[in-house]
């Protein structure tokens, strides 16, 4: 008899981001003799062009749909009062003074008033599945934002069905603690810690991305912790003709995805400056390409201001289409932090484009691990050498040597999403209901 699972997530396609990549690989590579897999999460348009995308409601009538090999149940999603004031695009100081205010609002009460929670259908929809599906066998909740730990959570409560919490990013050990307001730390620190702890003691299995998270997850929860790497989608890749352009008249660097506080980009600014200066290569010639950027396109803009670099900040686009706008640059640009572990999440997706990639700064965590499972990569170690590495790479570029922007990554396929999958169902019947 197959074994019914339930994943709980906020993040899942038509959205595109890591996060809903995740449980979508999961519903693309499971084995449906053995399991059937159900998702539940909120209704996303279809096409996600603004950021303000994110905060409406669609009103398409189709809730179950088939993606992969799993049904998916889309949940209502209810606006609250700061997400209505973001849809009216107010330019008003007093109206963004009480965005930035509810913004802290919501980030907590939702976990203790329901009501305020603007996800919770997700809640309703799957316990009423649970009631007429009482032989399921696990409860996954996954990703951010970690209220749907707490879905999980009560479900586990009100059926004895074991559940997993998996952690994409740390939730109270979080990457982005260290740069987040006293009001945010107090909140974080001092209220749902305790909640997050006792929570994800009851689960039956939790599952990370890195090493390094689960050695901190381990220790702040007290109980085991395996690790499931997010991966790329090997698929995606096995068809995919790369676009370089041999008679491009600029030298591209590509960075693709979001951009988080922690990450050292104006560091990287400085570097880069001081490199192409000494080295004289002409700034005009270079142009920096960030890749689904224009949410963060402010301090983009801020830490390139007094450069003569090129910059070109596109939107968020559909997945295919930023991996074919990433393949097209000569090198791509990995920001990693020095101090905390990442996810490395598209470090994966660089690999499988067979780019050069250039890690700022040291990262002797999971980012040095992968790099050196595949043999690929150059990792900043001192300005002197990584300038070397940038000098060598624009005279290639300008002498049209184009094999030098083609790596061959070796063992990659161990990191592939499918491979991956199968280690996620193989912890599944492990900790599963017995």
């Given at each position: 008899m197959k074994k019914k699972i339930v994943i709980i997530c906020n993040d899942f396609p038509p959205y595109n981001s890591i996060g809903a990549e995740r449980p979508a690989s999961w519903c693309r590579h499971v084995d449906s003799e053995k399991f059937e897999v159900h998702v539940f999460c909120r209704k996303w348009k279809e096409k996600l062009t603004a950021p303000e995308d994110y905060f409406v409601n669609p009103q398409n009538k189709d809730q179950i749909k088939v993606y992969g090999k799993a049904l998916v149940h889309y949940c209502n999603f209810k606006p609250n009062l700061r997400d209505r004031i973001i849809l009216r695009k107010s330019a008003s100081p007093l109206l963004k003074l009480i965005q930035k205010s509810l913004t802290f609002f919501y980030y907590i009460f939702p976990y203790f008033i329901r009501r305020l929670d603007s996800t919770r259908d997700i809640l309703y929809e799957a316990r009423a599945f649970l009631e007429q599906n009482p032989d399921v066998f696990m409860i996954i909740a996954t990703g951010e934002p970690f209220i749907v730990f707490r879905y999980a959570y009560l479900l586990h409560k009100e059926t004895g069905i074991p559940w997993a919490a998996d952690y994409r990013d740390g939730w109270s050990c979080n990457s982005a603690v260290p740069h987040m307001n006293i009001i945010q730390k107090i909140l974080l620190l001092g209220v749902l810690r305790r909640l997050e702890k006792k929570m994800v003691r009851s689960a039956s299995l939790v599952i990370t991305v890195t090493p390094a998270l689960k050695k901190q997850l381990e220790e702040f929860l007290g109980k085991k912790v395996e690790v499931v790497y997010n991966?790329?989608?090997?698929?995606?890749?096995?068809?995919?003709?790369?676009?370089?352009?041999?008679?491009?008249?600029?030298?591209?660097?590509?960075?693709?995805?979001?951009?988080?506080?922690?990450?050292?980009?104006?560091?990287?600014?400085?570097?880069?400056?001081?490199?192409?200066?000494?080295?004289?290569?002409?700034?005009?010639?270079?142009?920096?390409?960030?890749?689904?950027?224009?949410?963060?396109?402010?301090?983009?803009?801020?830490?390139?201001?007094?450069?003569?670099?090129?910059?070109?900040?596109?939107?968020?686009?559909?997945?295919?289409?930023?991996?074919?706008?990433?393949?097209?640059?000569?090198?791509?640009?990995?920001?990693?932090?020095?101090?905390?572990?990442?996810?490395?999440?598209?470090?994966?997706?660089?690999?499988?484009?067979?780019?050069?990639?250039?890690?700022?700064?040291?990262?002797?965590?999971?980012?040095?691990?992968?790099?050196?499972?595949?043999?690929?990569?150059?990792?900043?170690?001192?300005?002197?050498?990584?300038?070397?590495?940038?000098?060598?790479?624009?005279?290639?570029?300008?002498?049209?040597?184009?094999?030098?922007?083609?790596?061959?990554?070796?063992?990659?396929?161990?990191?592939?999403?499918?491979?991956?999958a199968k280690k996620f169902y193989e912890y599944i019947l492990e900790y599963g209901r017995s």
């Open positions: 991966g790329f989608e090997e698929l995606e890749f096995l068809g995919f003709v790369p676009r370089l352009n041999e008679k491009s008249e600029t030298f591209i660097i590509g960075y693709l995805g979001s951009l988080y506080p922690f990450q050292p980009l104006e560091d990287f600014v400085r570097f880069f400056e001081n490199c192409t200066r000494a080295q004289k290569i002409p700034a005009q010639k270079v142009v920096f390409r960030f890749i689904g950027g224009k949410a963060f396109s402010e301090r983009i803009k801020k830490a390139f201001k007094n450069t003569s670099f090129g910059l070109e900040i596109l939107p968020r686009i559909p997945r295919q289409e930023a991996l074919i706008e990433a393949s097209s640059s000569h090198v791509l640009l990995f920001l990693a932090n020095g101090t905390l572990d990442g996810s490395a999440a598209k470090l994966y997706e660089y690999i499988a484009l067979k780019r050069p990639i250039f890690i700022f700064r040291e990262d002797r965590g999971t980012v040095k691990e992968i790099l050196e499972a595949v043999q690929t990569g150059f990792m900043f170690s001192d300005e002197n050498t990584s300038c070397q590495f940038w000098t060598q790479l624009f005279q290639a570029w300008k002498n049209g040597q184009q094999e030098a922007f083609m790596t061959r990554p070796v063992n990659y396929g161990s990191f592939s999403r499918e491979n991956q």
